[in-house]
């Protein structure tokens, strides 16, 4: 009886037949997720190099805190070292599921924490090619899905799908996911824009894997196919369950965070 | 050797009729890569510097390609709900224009407050038919006292509002423009569809990429035929002969389509200003096909057999229409000296034309003719006894006509510098083209469309927020707001003290610059993250944060105007600000204020190399120096004159007028050398004195003279009907030069020979 249940239940999860493709793609996308819960907190150092079609080079360095929230999106608290003349800047996110993600930021040199009461969030991050949207958790139910089919990247199987974001500030109306058959990780992205051309590329380069689990990628390469810009942003340090508390993010911790 | 050739080509006649038809339809074949060009930037070479430092300004920041809405509701108030609701509407259908990067409206327009501590950032209209009257009433405040948006995407009365789409074309496919254009006419339609209250008009850099091509056709489907039709009419008059109007008409078309085809296989893209070479064309190859025939018709009234009559001719015309042939091809070739890619490809163009209607005139046309059956008539060549009448007044009146002449001259040419050098490109377009009618009232009622950018750099990487680098572009934009050429100034420090004013509690009193740079950079960044995609700063912010784009939209003014204010500005950088703010401005408009100057100093050049290789080969030719530089008169001086007229009555010249001389140059001198070779085979194989030899010339060449350049009057002439007034006033001063030509070759170069034609014994 028991088996039986079992049986039922990995049926009704994964059902073999008659699966729509928005059914196999949410599938998939729980299974992404389900494979990078448990990692608890992290921090690591993040730099994004950025490029015009001038040539022009220019780069952001900042550090990285998050943590994993059960039933909700993850919090996270950026402190930006470089440029200068915003060091010990912070930017505390509290991401959720549905509603709008809350966010904070502390001005040092006004020594206030000011909230951002904006509900668009689409606008690059930092002057570069990421929006704060690409970057922030992924959480399963920001976005709807549809699987599109099997298919290989640089020899590896993965499955591509659709993924359509659910908020309607986002500045996207789909993206392309192509993701490892193997891990159930993202290999690469394309974002297309309201008009439904073809806006960004990212690709993620050397995945490394953590607590023997979890995979982080040292490079996010965001190419933007219209204005021939670019941004290559690279992971560094990563330190798994440091022990961060609920209590690292908040809006008071936001002053102690530099 | 040439008699041997020519028998050949008479006795092979179907041979060479059905040859030159192979090899026509061979080069005309090339016209299936033809394409037409719609972009402003062809008219500057890739060396042009102006284009280099702008195109360097579109790589740091943004491209400024752009399409604008202007919304004109009927009631005169932008500021009701049904109106705001189209403009919100318009603003996020407008987001579906293929290559679209952001969309400006009032609507989308990123209003900041304070709310209690924090910074509120949000679309200035959302929602627009639940606003209450005194929602209404706070956003009209704001947006007319707005320095981002007033005389940019608001008129101060609050009458007109724009949206401005700017457009990254991938520049990849020809039908980009097209593309975008036909969207952008149509999303206006629907617009006006959605609320029949509003007038939408469309004008922006894309409009007018996308009318160049729409002006070469339009051009091409009125210019042609009536060119046509003045050509045919032409000839009946002068030949009496449906054969030798026939086999014309067939000269000309082949050579129009040989012309085209050629331009395909040569890869050249047609323009607005090579749509004029078919034409040019035309009328120069009507003279090669009158003098053959006329020739020809006279031997057959003599008697002679067809093969005779038709020998005759083509002995007596090789010379003179050879000559005249290469003369004008050299001429349009001198148009490679234009910094205007257009032109070089259209003295490229008319070149290859000219001697592809040479070429014809000598094997298809005497061929043809032998085929078609033909009658001689009975005609005497018109005019002629006027003509000795009037070589009679000349040679009598040669002392007060070589004076009243030089002195009618210098006149003339005294007046050249009333001309003004103007290149402004929306005056290309005639007031009866649509994108003209639309800009115009959008420079009425709402913005200037031409513009001078300046990037403006700071001390080093991230100092855009320095105090001191904040002061002086303040000081400069507040300078600019005061000269009277300047409608509107864009510039990142009106954001700037915005953002300190809100985060001081929305208190007028801190509308300044933050005197702190860490401040200024964390407000930058907490506004920053508050923006929604596509209305970043990155359109006027670098990636290093090293520097930021000033904008200045303009009033409708001159080449010159706008010219003499970028002085003033980088006069006013120079003198007030640090050496590293020490930059110029770029931008379209001042691309093409320059673009006359720098064509008129090359076509310099280029007509001097023409004139010295024209001359070099009439000296050959005539075989005399003395008349060989005698004739460096009659044909420099009318283009003197002519534009001398052109200062009189016009008074502004500008890109399109500074090829003239170069192109009318090999033109004016066939009337020359007609004129000039009937003189001296009198003096050489008559033994005639100078007055004797004059009087031969009238005689003999008088009526033909008369006559061609008659028909290339009204050639260039039609010309002046285009709609594109680059053409028309090319096509306008042409024809001028062309009829002064005539004038001085009738009533200045006799006197002149008469007076130093002579050679001291």
Redesign the interface.
């Known amino acids: 009886m028991k088996k039986l249940l079992l049986i039922l239940l990995v049926f009704s999860a994964f059902p073999a037949t008659a699966e729509t493709p928005e059914e196999k793609g949410l599938a998939i996308a729980r299974e992404v997720d389900a494979r990078d819960t448990g990692w608890g907190d992290f921090q690591a150092a993040m730099s994004m190099l ?5 040539g ?3 780069l952001r360095q900042m550090r990285v805190k998050s943590l994993e929230v059960e039933n909700d999106g993850d919090k996270s608290l950026i402190v ?1 070292d470089q ?4 060091k010990g ?1 912070a ?1 505390l996110t509290f991401s959720h599921k549905v509603k709008d993600d809350d ?1 904070w ?1 502390y ?4 020594k ?1 924490v ?14 570069s090619e990421f ?2 949207e690409d970057l922030a958790s992924q959480e399963v139910e920001k976005y709807t899905y549809k699987f599109i089919r099997d298919d290989e990247l640089d020899g590896k199987p993965v499955f591509l799908m659709e993924r359509y974001p659910v908020s309607k ?3 996207y109306t789909r993206q392309l996911v192509w993701i490892d058959k193997e891990r159930y990780i993202p290999l690469k992205i394309e974002f297309y ?3 439904n ?1 073809l806006l960004k590329v990212l690709v993620f380069r050397g995945y490394r894997q953590y607590l023997d689990k979890y995979w982080r990628a040292d490079e996010m390469f965001m190419d933007n196919k ?4 670019s941004t290559l942003l690279t992971w560094k340090n990563y330190q798994f369950r440091s022990g961060l508390k609920d209590s690292d993010f908040t809006r008071n911790s936001l002053k102690r965070a530099r | 050797m040439s008699n041997r050739f020519f028998r050949w080509i008479l006795r092979y006649r179907w041979l060479v009729v059905m040859g030159s038809i192979l090899l026509i339809a061979l080069a005309a074949s090339g016209a299936r890569f033809l394409g037409f060009s719609n972009d402003y930037r062809m008219f500057f070479s890739e060396e042009n510097p102006q284009l280099q430092a702008f195109e360097a300004m579109q790589n740091t920041y943004t491209k400024t390609d752009n399409v604008l809405f202007v919304i004109s509701p009927k009631d005169g108030n932008v500021f009701t709900p049904k109106t705001l609701e189209t403009v919100e509407w318009l603003t996020k259908e407008a987001w579906q224009i293929p290559y679209s990067l952001r969309v400006d409206s009032i609507s989308n327009y990123q209003h900041t407050e304070a709310e209690e501590d924090d910074l509120l950032v949000a679309d200035l209209v959302e929602d627009a038919m639940g606003l209450s009257p005194g929602q209404l009433e706070k956003i009209r405040r704001v947006a007319l006292n707005e320095p981002l948006l007033r005389n940019r995407l608001i008129s101060p009365d609050g009458a007109h509002t724009g949206i401005n789409v700017t457009v990254q074309l991938p520049g990849k496919k020809l039908d980009e423009v097209p593309e975008v254009a036909a969207f952008a006419e149509n999303l206006a339609k629907r617009a006006m569809e959605h609320n029949p209250d509003v007038e939408v008009r469309v004008t922006g850099l894309v409009m007018m990429n996308a009318t160049f091509p729409r002006m070469s056709q339009q051009d091409m489907q009125t210019l042609y035929p009536l060119m046509l039709l003045i050509i045919l009419v032409t000839m009946a008059f002068m030949l009496h002969s449906i054969s030798g109007v026939l086999v014309s008409m067939l000269v000309l078309l082949m050579s129009v389509v040989a012309t085209l085809g050629l331009t395909g296989w040569l890869g050249i893209q047609m323009s607005p200003p090579t749509t004029t070479a078919p034409v040019m064309v035309m009328t120069l190859a009507v003279a090669d096909c009158i003098h053959i025939i006329s020739l020809f018709l006279q031997g057959l009234r003599k008697g002679e057999s067809r093969e005779e009559a038709m020998m005759e001719s083509l002995r007596l015309n090789l010379g003179p229409v050879f000559l005249t042939s290469i003369t004008t091809a050299i001429g349009f070739l001198s148009l490679n000296f234009s910094d205007a890619p257009p032109f070089r490809d259209l003295g490229n163009m008319a070149a290859m034309g000219v001697m592809v209607a040479w070429a014809l005139s000598m094997t298809f046309l005497p061929a043809a003719l032998m085929i078609l059956p033909v009658r001689p008539g009975e005609r005497h060549t018109r005019g002629q006894g006027s003509m000795e009448k009037l070589g009679e007044f000349v040679i009598r009146q040669r002392k007060p006509l070589f004076w009243g002449m030089t002195a009618f001259i210098l006149l003339l040419i005294s007046q050249v510098p009333q001309n003004r050098l103007n290149d402004e490109f929306i005056k290309y377009f005639s007031e009866e083209v649509p994108f003209r009618v639309d800009t115009d009232f959008a420079v009425d009622h709402l913005t200037g469309i031409y513009l001078l950018e300046f990037s403006l750099p700071a001390v080093g990487e991230g100092k855009i927020t320095d105090p001191e680098y904040l002061r002086h572009v303040d000081a400069f934009a507040n300078w600019l707001r005061t000269q009277p050429e300047v409608l509107h100034v864009n510039t990142y420090t009106d954001i700037m003290k915005r953002l300190n004013k809100n985060l001081h509690g929305d208190d007028p009193a801190w509308y300044k610059l933050p005197d702190n740079p860490e401040l200024a950079a964390q407000y930058l960044l907490l506004y920053e993250f508050s923006l929604p995609f596509g209305l970043d700063l990155n359109n006027q912010i670098n990636v290093k944060k090293s520097a930021t784009k000033l904008t200045a939209s303009l009033k409708s003014i001159s080449s010159e105007s706008l010219l003499a204010l970028e002085r003033r500005a980088e006069a006013w950088l120079q003198a007030n600000t640090p050496d590293y703010m020490h930059v110029q401005a770029a931008s379209p408009s001042l691309m093409f204020a320059d673009i006359g100057h720098r064509n008129i100093r090359a076509m310099l050049k280029g007509t001097t190399v023409a004139l010295v290789v024209i001359s070099l080969i009439l000296m050959v030719a005539l075989r005399s120096f003395r008349i060989g530089l005698l004739s460096l008169i009659p044909n420099l001086v009318p283009i003197g004159m002519a534009f001398g007229l052109w200062g009189i009555f016009v008074g502004q010249v500008g890109l399109a007028l500074s090829v003239v001389s170069g192109m009318t140059m090999g033109i004016v001198v066939d009337d020359t050398v007609h004129f000039l070779s009937k003189y001296l085979r009198a003096r050489r194989e008559q033994g005639l004195g100078s007055e004797d030899a004059v009087r031969y010339a009238f005689h003999t060449v008088g009526t033909p003279l008369l006559v061609t350049t008659i028909v290339l009057m009204l050639g260039f002439g039609v010309l002046a009907l285009s709609d594109f007034e680059l053409n028309a006033g090319m096509g306008l001063l042409t024809a001028i030069t062309i009829g002064l030509a005539l004038l001085a070759d009738f009533l200045y170069l006799p006197p002149l020979l008469m007076q130093f034609g002579e050679t001291k014994k």
């Open positions: 950025l490029k015009n079609r001038h022009e080079e220019s930006f440029p200068r003349d915003v800047t930017l966010q930021l001005l040092p040199a006004l206030r000011k909230r951002i009461a904006s509900r668009n969030k689409s606008g690059p991050f930092m002057g929006a704060f500030y986002s500045g824009d309201r008009k051309s219209q204005t021939g810009k």
